[in-house]
């Protein structure tokens, strides 16, 4: 299992644009990186996955070079509710049983108003 | 769609006594559920993996006697505390990975959680 690393906490102001970085140096072919986003007291939730390239949707990008041993997870215009703690992991083994994630530490977002 | 829930969202029960966590997937059929635990401001911790109709498998350092699982079927896995003590407070969160469909992405689902107190 590729293992990630990731800044430990970040702060920023509403409004402005996010960035997170996360190295994954040992990541294999066929393994997808999925960003999560988590409240306090709650699960994970699921932010946006992508391979390679660049990936939209309507709450984030996922922005993956070609070498795929790095990616950014960024948050357009960030409110004070997108204060959370954001994991990113390389998902590995999808095909087999062996498939599961493990969670490094991840990055504690604070945005201040 | 890809709804996971857990019941209940909170237990306080005391020492020596079990308790059963359920997590469902509401709105697909979850080949593989998840089990994790997670401490205040720590990161979660992974515990099991259990595929529908058989043993899930434990990962190392969890007591497998301890904490029984359960995938009874697709959309249901249960776990069991046993005899639980206050080192078992904590967070405990379930995922399930769904057959890809419209709306369900081939990725992990988390529940809300579920609050263990042990007094």
């Known amino acids: 299992l590729a293992k990630t690393t990731q800044p430990i906490s970040m702060d920023s102001y509403e409004g402005q644009e996010v960035n997170i970085t996360c190295s994954h140096n040992?990541?294999?072919?066929?393994?997808?990186i999925t960003w999560y986003q988590q409240f306090p007291s709650q699960g994970p939730r699921f932010i946006i996955q992508g391979y390679k390239t660049k990936v939209t949707n309507e709450v984030a990008s996922l922005f993956i070079p070609a070498d795929r041993k790095s990616s950014t997870l960024s948050l357009p215009r960030v409110s004070l509710s997108d204060t959370a703690v954001y994991y990113c992991?390389?998902?590995?083994?999808?095909?087999?049983?062996?498939?599961?994630?493990?969670f490094g530490s991840g990055t504690r977002l604070l945005v201040r108003p | 769609g890809a709804v996971v829930s857990q019941h209940p969202s909170r237990v306080i029960c005391k020492s020596g006594t079990s308790v059963k966590i359920e997590c469902r997937s509401l709105?697909?059929?979850?080949?593989?559920m998840f089990w994790y635990r997670q401490f205040p401001k720590k990161s979660l911790m992974l515990m099991a993996t259990s595929n529908e109709g058989s043993k899930a498998t434990y990962e190392q350092g969890v007591e497998k006697d301890k904490f029984l699982i359960n995938h009874a079927s697709l959309t249901l896995s249960t776990l069991t505390v046993t005899s639980a003590h206050p080192e078992d407070s904590s967070f405990y969160i379930c995922?399930?990975?769904?057959?890809?469909?419209?709306?369900?992405?081939?990725?992990?689902?988390f529940g809300p959680g579920t609050r263990l107190t042990v007094l």
């Open positions: 992991l390389v998902e590995s083994g999808w095909m087999d049983s062996s498939y599961k994630l493990i």
């Open positions: 995922s399930a990975r769904g057959v890809p469909t419209s709306g369900v992405t081939d990725t992990q689902y």
């Open positions: 709105d697909f059929q979850a080949t593989t």
């Open positions: 040992n990541i294999a072919t066929n393994d997808y």
